[in-house]
């Protein structure tokens, strides 16, 4: 795994805030880890064997308290992804949906980037992908945050990111947190950076915060549309001119 530090001109203000995010999330992290390690249901034995036959033992991930990604929602993307494996995937907060991801990049011969800004979380992630050989596709950008703007001048938070090179095809939203940050900047910052007909998935919401995301992104780009196939899982459909 390639861990890469962006460098993107930031200010003061944002720098700040990036550090504050970061003790802030270090400390909710720790204690809810704690909280909720019994909280999830496992994968299904189907699932698992279909795992472990790509070499990927699932149960070194499926107890991670916040960090876990739902085992029915990993499902359904998992098999979105064999569906039709994309060229190249953008996933937003790294945890246990990136070692499934890279497991797939490694078998589908996909390439892979993954945002993340906390070190906690990269490390986590560094201790799933140890010993295997999913980490060769994989690039994780550690970033700061950086205030950016909607044409209107409304303000959010995004990560100091470089999504230069081929377009991604599937993407994930899994961060940053909510509470803390929030999701509203991952359709603006991204929609440059798409493929046409690419897929883009943001979880949670069946959450106020991401409610409210969908309700701007609707209000900023009209012409998208919002799926809910999986519970809980937004698919936002794009379209773009050919």
């Known amino acids: 795994m390639r861990v890469i530090r962006p460098v993107i001109q930031t200010s003061v203000t944002d720098r700040l805030f990036s550090e504050g995010v970061r003790s802030i999330q270090s400390y909710v992290v720790r204690h809810l880890d704690a909280l909720r390690k019994d909280e999830f249901t496992p994968y299904s034995e189907a699932f698992s064997e279909h795992m472990k036959s790509i070499g990927l033992d ?103 990111a470089d999504l230069s090179g081929e377009p991604f095809d599937f993407v994930f939203v899994d961060g940053p947190m909510s509470t803390l940050v929030g999701r509203n900047g991952a359709l603006p910052e991204v929609m440059p950076f798409l493929a046409k007909d690419a897929k883009l998935f943001i979880d949670d919401v069946d959450r106020t915060h991401e409610r409210r995301v969908l309700e701007q992104w609707r209000h900023y780009f009209p012409g998208i549309s919002i799926d809910e196939e999986c519970p809980g899982l937004g698919r936002v459909c794009i379209k773009k001119a050919p």
Not at 60 to 88: A, H, S, W
Not at 128 to 153: A, H, K, M, N, W
């Open 58 to 160: 699932l149960k070194r991930i499926d107890r991670r308290g916040v960090m876990t990604f739902l085992p029915y929602r990993v499902e359904y993307l998992i098999n979105q992804i064999e569906i039709n494996p994309p060229k190249r995937l953008l996933e937003v907060g790294a945890g246990s949906s990136t070692v499934l991801f890279a497991a797939l990049a490694h078998k589908y011969g996909f390439d892979m980037v993954s945002l993340e800004n906390h070190d906690g979380s990269v490390k986590y992630v560094d201790s799933l992908l140890l010993g295997t050989p999913f980490s060769e596709r994989v690039s994780l950008q550690i970033c700061d945050f950086r205030r950016r703007c909607y044409p209107d001048g409304k303000p959010y938070w995004w990560y100091a």
